[in-house]
């Protein structure tokens, strides 16, 4: 952040000289935002074209067809230098895009959980087949997996390592312990926003492959048909040859839905870059020297590549292409710091002075900078739309567990024991950490190994868990 832009800020925060300095700074952090996602995109597009050109033969003719509209777009815009209103046509495009992908990523998402739920249980059955070593006291395990946990002062990680072993603990818990623990969890959102809850309910109702359903018995029809193989498994009576059978198909859909997952995700964040691209263009132009010369470089890596693209030609890149890849070293490092800046000033005017804002009539630049806010925010598929500010109380988180159960009650019901558990595995680790100190978290670990009666289980549970920890 330049010394005047600096100061500007400081003086927006403090609620200093408003009239002038609002539109000084929206006006100038326009042109960042641009600067910033034109750098970034130069990387992700260039990544992107790498991953076609090896993987395009492996794509789905969807996945082929949304890499044409989004080359096209930008061959329409950046390369040619389109602004203002004509730019407005190919934002609705952006945007409706952008929606697709989410709900394809959905559909995969839904397919990972899935067939995670099935790698579980082929797991815990796995040394009936191989050879097994002896097997580590519980106590003295338990004791080994605690210090593991908390090896750590940040709380933030603690939980998550808790999450993950419990995920990979033997589950020998009833179903109503596990709805109790499902009610502690959840319970433990009382007074989060709206949003969070949903993103949690959802995250437990994918885990579970609740809503896996014919609507997307099209959607790669080829993993359809291995979910169905899979279905018929008895894990009880689980033959070697079914087994592994069953591990070759889980081993092919996983390489599938890693390599379709990335390239999703990779367009996505291009999407995003473009997306913020075309709707700060028409207000910028107040940049500084050091990020037109950025922002130049960019766009000719965007180009070149775009070309390359549109020939359908692996290149390797030339000399101006590497050349201008050094001019952008360092550079998004520098921004992600200032940003965060940027961002808090961005934050304070549409809290504290929209009415002002609005008549120095910078309204929309605000919208602008907002919306760009969030697409720039690291969560590659955060829902554009405003959803409800509002927090949610024990009434609320009531009502959505009420339904939650009631399907996943009946999930359950109907799963055979070993997916039962994984089911049940996989939605707890999704949970909020209801463990209130090291000694419940000591009394869970136990308690699961414990009452693990099958050998070949308990020791699959503990040889995950040791390569957890011995990472």
Known sequence: ????????????????????????????????????????????????????????????????????????????????????????????????????????????????????????????????????????????????????IFNSEDNVLINETIKEVIGQLPIRITRQKYFDYLRDGLFELNGVQEATLETYIYLIRSSASLDITDDIKDEYPQLWEKKEVLEKLDFKNITKEEYDTALSIINETALFLELISTAYYNLMEIINELYVILICSPYSGVESQDDRTQEEAGHYIISATNNSFLANELEEPSEDILDKFHLLEGYLEEMDYKLLSYEDGISHLDTNHRALVESLMQEKLLNVLLLSKDLLSGSTFIDLKKKSQAVVDSKKIQMELDKLTEDLSDKLKKSDRMIMRAIMANTINRLPVFFKNHTEVMDYVLYSLNKCSDRAEKYACMEIINSMMEE
């Open 1 to 148: 952040m330049t010394n005047n832009l600096r100061n500007i800020y400081r003086n927006i925060i403090k609620n200093s000289n408003l009239e002038e300095n609002i539109p000084y700074f929206l006006n100038n952090i326009v042109g960042k935002y641009k600067t910033y996602s034109t750098v970034q995109l130069a990387l992700l597009y260039f990544t992107y074209y790498e991953m076609y050109c090896d993987d395009k033969e492996l794509w789905d003719e969807q996945l082929l067809e949304y890499s044409k509209k989004i080359n096209k777009i930008i061959s329409d815009t950046i390369t040619v230098g389109k602004s203002g209103s004509e730019l407005e046509e190919y934002v609705i495009e952006v945007d409706k895009l952008r929606s697709e992908i989410i709900s394809k990523m959905d559909i995969i998402t839904s397919y990972s959980d899935l067939f995670a739920i099935y790698e579980y249980a082929l797991n815990r059955v796995e040394y009936r087949f191989n050879p097994m070593e002896d097997i580590e006291d519980d106590e003295t395990f338990a004791r080994e997996v605690l210090r593991y």
